[in-house]
């Protein structure tokens, strides 16, 4: 089975091809605000998931106070399409990255976030080229053991290091807790807190992060503003953390069925170079919406590989199914352009203009 | 440690970086052509791995008679690129493709793919459009169940199909044996054959495929040409298999240390937006040259793990390291450039021409 827009959709852009609809992503930002405005938190969305300015300036003009990117080659795209306060939550290392953060910090207000003192020591050189000073939180590890000191005491020691570094300005404190970790978050922010006072500095962002925290967000007492990502467009995964239904997921991917070689199998046009091997820790990857009992076991690169076993209806070669992605925000970064819709209308094309900004 | 060139890839193009060492792309080129020259069969490289123009025409010019893609998109970069023989391995479906392909057999003589009847029926809307004969291979499933029909009879049966259909031509068979599959392949093809050479019909073409396959390339009687891809870069699936050397691998990506929050662990700035998901089967996310005990044990979208548990060296933050894939084609899929070296000399960048193009 097609459905007349997946008709519409293969006949235009041919497949595969990402779908979203703009009623649901609108939806899903004024729902989110709405969670922030009620937590008493600012809310800062992380566009790794969209990668898009024109997704950004949506978000800014439903109330948020800014964005949060993760790769500076992100942060520069935004920039050159005038959004003027961005967090790019990550430590920013090498020289060539100083030249690039120095001219984007001409370009808007920036924060960047550091762990360790060879960063810290690194972003002296951006302020120094820039002559701008640079806002800098302390990354704190609450939790998932990614990046982030470990210890109250290495993030206050940090948090003094800044502070008396040439063109460097303390900022505050970046965490990303776990869904579980919120009581341990508070107990490390808190002492962190309490040094940094006793060095006479005051943290203006404390910053938390995370979709999967949509239960969570307000609950650090402190907290200033939260980084939502996948909320934009929500996926397989966020619908399983319970932050999100299947109504809330906004984006489909397109795929024809171009092979039915066996009774209980068939292939799909997309394959690990569409959808990712990232499977999200889910069982498939992805869920068919024509034919939620198909499984999608696995692939090679341009193959998608149905295993339709347990599946009562069986799709035939030609038909166009649309599939919920088990993470999003990988499958974004594999297509420059996705085709916007609203309901059964095609409504234009948004480029993704920060794909594969990984530098 | 961070050896001298790759402080100069960081200094000049950042990383996360693709570099590939040209001499060992120069010498894989003569391995394999040496190889299939030995063997007695045509050299058709698989140009997914590179999805480069220019290395496809070293290809060509090294021996090879064409090359193969997987995707429309693809064929089309590669013949506007004047690449002018080109076998696409893969299931064309929908009226917005086969308005294309008839457009690209204008401009290079095309073989397609089909392992069913809606395949064949499209195609001949293809040589409609164009007013050309278009070849096609009839995909003959020998083990991996992905694409291809499951009997030498459905072989035989699409060949007469393909036959009399207006403005198509058999070409022959495509086969893709698992690396221990050749005799029941051997069997498979050999029945296909008397029941096409019944109707009248001989194959052209009768194509092999995958560089796991390198010890068994010419081991099916009766077949024409090999379609090579991965060699032409190599990673540690290929080490594993039997198929390359670790001297073979001729593509590194170089990542940045960004954090050491832990004695036994430490961040690298490529993730699975780098690396991607794929693992290939093997334990950890690739080969850390400098510190080969190291494990890249999982990912965030832009922080790849590392565990050092049980290495006895140890990267400190700022160090550049250079790290062999699991899976390279799929990491090359993520890059729209790559920086090209001799030993420790830089000569150019590489665009990546066809990145994307999974339509």
């Known amino acids: ?65 800014g964005i949060t990117c993760q ?23 090498g020289d060539e990255k100083m030249a690039r953060l120095a001219a984007l910090q001409a370009k808007a ?10 960063v810290v020591e690194g972003l002296k050189k951006a302020a120094a080229i820039s002559g701008l000073p640079l806002d800098v939180v302390v990354e704190c590890d609450t939790g998932r053991q990614r990046a ?52 006479g500095l005051e943290p203006r962002i404390v ?26 467009y929500n996926d397989r995964m966020q619908v399983e953390a319970g932050s999100a239904t299947w109504d809330d997921c906004a984006l489909n991917v397109y795929s024809t069925v171009v092979s039915r070689a066996g009774p209980d199998r068939g292939i799909l046009d997309a394959g690990s170079k569409t959808l ?17 009992e198909a499984k999608i076991a696995r692939f090679a690169e341009e193959h998608g590989f149905l295993d339709l076993t347990r599946s009562n209806t069986r799709p035939k070669v030609g038909d166009v199914v649309r599939i919920v992605p088990n993470h999003v925000c990988v499958v974004v970064n594999m297509f ?19 794909r594969g900004r990984l530098k």
Not at 211 to 218: D, E, I
């Open 276 to 292: 990712t091997s990232d499977t999200g820790g889910l069982d498939g990857h992805g869920l068919i919406l024509e034919h939620p």
């Open 1 to 65: 089975m097609t459905t007349p827009l997946a008709a519409i959709i293969a006949r235009d852009y041919g497949t595969p091809a990402l779908v979203i609809d703009m009623d649901r992503v609108e939806r899903n930002i004024a729902r989110i605000q709405a969670v922030c405005d009620a937590a008493g938190v600012a809310n800062r969305p992380h566009i790794k998931t969209h990668k898009s300015p024109l997704i950004a300036k949506m978000q800014i003009a439903g109330g948020a106070i």
């Open 207 to 232: 910053s938390t992060g995370g979709t999967p925290n949509l239960k969570n967000v307000g609950s650090l007492k402190g907290a200033t503003e939260h980084r939502f990502g996948t909320y934009i």
């Open 148 to 199: 982030g000191v470990e210890t109250p005491a290495e993030a206050i020691e940090l948090a003094r290091l800044i502070d008396t570094s040439e063109g460097l300005s303390f900022a505050g404190f970046l965490l990303y807790p776990t869904e579980t970790g919120w009581p341990a978050a508070q107990k490390f922010y808190d002492e962190a807190l309490a040094g940094v006072r006793a060095l």
């Open 71 to 93: 790769k500076l080659g992100e942060a520069e795209i935004m920039a050159d399409n005038g959004i003027d306060d961005i967090l790019i939550s990550y430590n920013l290392v």
């Open 336 to 354: 420059d352009e996705i085709v916007m819709v609203r309901g059964e209308e095609v409504i234009g094309v948004l480029p993704v203009a920060a």
């Open 109 to 118: 207000k920036i924060t960047v976030a550091a762990d360790n003192a060879f």
